[in-house]
């Protein structure tokens, strides 16, 4: 009898179509791009600048996720009105943040509060309380945002062309400061 031999299979084909297959991977895959956090923060203050205590609101988060803002336990649903009210300083009050006339171009004479929003979460919170509390944030900001330019243009920040919006940010300035996490657990 005569012995059968078995075909081989060509590798080297094989080697080929699998390299143009990673190719093809490669080219048409989209990598997901990390971004962080937007944050404009406000100027360092130059040596003669002094940092008014009443401009300054403190927002901290414990390890047991507790929300502190500017020294009153509170929940994360009445975080937003407690900084709309701070920012804007509707009655003047001597504890709430200053308000300085600046005249911006295209707009003219308008009080632009220097209110800051210090930010400040203990190691043990948790991300997703720190998300929550981060976009209260900004929810009150973006309101106060929208209540500005509904009066003035008629229109939502958002609707609004890139000029008019940049007006609307000089008007409503986004201060936000983070520090760093450490500690903050209240006795």
Not at 58 to 85: H, P, T, W, Y
Not at 105 to 132: A, C, F, H, W
Not at 180 to 186: F, L
Request: proline share 5%; aromatic share 6%.
């Amino acid at each position: 009898m005569a012995s059968k031999k078995t075909p081989e299979i060509n590798g080297g084909s094989m080697a080929d179509i699998s390299f143009l297959m990673l190719i093809f991977f490669l080219m048409v895959t989209t990598m997901d791009k990390e971004e962080g956090l937007s944050r404009r923060l406000p100027p360092i203050p130059t040596e003669d600048q002094k940092v008014n205590r009443r401009n300054i609101i403190q927002v901290k988060i414990n390890s047991n996720d507790r929300l502190f803002a500017g020294n009153e336990l509170m929940d994360v649903s009445q975080l937003k009105d407690k900084i709309k009210e701070f920012l804007l300083n509707p009655n003047d009050d001597p504890n709430l943040p200053e308000k300085e006339m600046k005249t911006i171009e295209g707009y003219g004479e308008y009080p632009v509060s220097k209110g800051v929003i210090s930010l400040q979460n203990d190691r043990g919170t948790t991300y997703s309380k720190y998300i929550e509390v981060q976009n209260e944030l900004i929810r009150a900001v973006n309101e106060i945002r929208d209540e500005f330019s509904m009066v003035t243009y008629g229109k939502k920040y958002a609707k609004l062309d890139e000029d008019r919006q940049e007006i609307v940010r000089k008007a409503i300035p986004q201060n936000i400061s983070e520090a760093e996490p450490k500690d903050v657990k209240k006795r």
